[in-house]
């Protein structure tokens, strides 16, 4: 799947849905920290189609329907435009799962950089691999109980 000027490898695809696609963060902040985009390749939100701003926000609903087990809360995350800081200039938004005292300073996860940081480790394919075949479960409960139409097998 295209991203920007990457291409995301659909082992690490979670779901596709008409519009969008939600896949495994290189370099996650927290841990289970995904990215959900469109298909199509828009660089700010304002240029999405009422139908895919509609998917694009009910997939990051969705997708933290099915993570809210996990977690105590969530960080959301978009940055439109050089100026907010997006570096990957294809609409995205930070689904950043939290649990209390996950940080010393709840603060710092909107440091400067900090949701799309170079300086942390990138990881390994076959993590985000696993991951991504974990998440496609887990997220893929709360699309079924949705009655929502999603892909979570690429072959």
């Known amino acids: 799947m295209e991203f920007g000027d990457k291409v995301i490898p659909y082992d690490h ?37 009422n139908e895919e701003t509609s998917d694009l926000f009910n997939t990051v609903r969705v997708a ?10 969530f960080t959301l ?16 938004v930070h689904i950043v799962p939290r649990v ?3 940080l010393e300073r709840n603060d ?3 440091e400067k950089g900090a949701l799309d940081s170079a300086d942390r480790p ?14 496609r479960k887990i997220i893929g409960r709360a699309f079924d109980s949705e009655g929502l139409y999603y892909q979570n097998s690429f072959e």
């Open 108 to 110: 710092d996860i909107y």
């Open 13 to 49: 695809v979670i779901i596709k849905t008409m519009h969008s696609f939600i896949f495994t963060n290189l370099r996650p902040f927290l841990p289970l920290h995904i990215l959900v985009s469109p298909i199509s390749k828009k660089q700010r939100i304002y240029e999405l189609t």
């Open 100 to 102: 209390v005292k996950d």
């Open 122 to 135: 990138a990881r390994e394919y076959d993590e985000m691999k696993k991951e991504a075949a974990k998440l």
């Open 64 to 73: 933290m329907l099915g993570l809210k087990d996990l977690c105590d809360g």
């Open 77 to 92: 995350g978009v940055q439109d435009g050089s100026c907010a800081g997006q570096t990957v200039f294809h609409v995205h």
